[in-house]
């Protein structure tokens, strides 16, 4: 079976409903950056696992769950088998995995009194990477969710996993020994 099919060159796509949009459609916009907030997790699970933080298993689940998401993204909530669908293959007890982790993270982790730059090491600079990325994919989910298209679980969850990726980078750069570096106002 051949990687290439043609039938995207004239510029539009399939769903996984079968259903035609163009690649500059919004859900298009919005799988892109899911994927791309994977590929991010990915490259910050790489570092993790040199740095052997503990944060490797974990974040190679998260990939998988954001493999859900972009399932939920590309299967518009336009019938009753899509929306059962959806409720079952991804539900809030993913969102509460990822708070029970964050809980635990930072239980470990000193009180966070100020703003703080991106350091602390390789794994956790692409720890913070991955959740600007998480960002930006939560951001093109918001209107899929409005219009009823996408299930609000995954706005959620792409919510609480920046929350997440923020707490990751900050229990990476303690594994690593690294001091985090504070913002510090012009003065």
């Not at 956790?124 to 990325?133: K, N, P, T």
């Not at 219009?147 to 303690?174: I, Q």
């Amino acid at each position: 079976m051949k990687i290439y099919t043609k039938t995207g060159d004239a510029g539009a796509s399939d769903l996984y409903t079968m259903e035609r949009r163009e690649k500059d459609d919004a859900t298009f916009d919005a799988l892109g950056d899911v994927d791309e907030c994977n590929v991010a997790v990915g490259i910050a699970r790489e570092f993790c696992v040199e740095e052997k933080n503990g944060l490797a298993e974990e974040l190679a689940e998260i990939q998988s769950r954001l493999l859900d998401v972009g399932s939920r993204v590309a299967t518009p909530l336009t019938t009753s088998e899509a929306r059962a669908a959806a409720r079952a293959a991804f539900s809030e007890a993913h969102v509460e995995m990822l708070e029970r982790r964050i809980d635990a993270m930072s239980e470990e982790l000193p009180a966070l009194t100020s703003f703080l730059l991106v350091s602390g090491g390789r794994a956790s600079v692409f720890l913070h990477q991955a959740r600007v990325v998480c960002r930006r994919a939560e951001r093109r989910c918001v209107p899929l969710v409005r219009r009823g298209e996408c299930p609000d679980v995954v706005r959620v969850y792409l919510n609480r996993l920046s929350d997440y990726m923020f707490t990751a980078a900050r229990y990476a750069a303690m594994k690593a020994g690294r001091a985090e570096e504070p913002y510090k106002k012009a003065a």
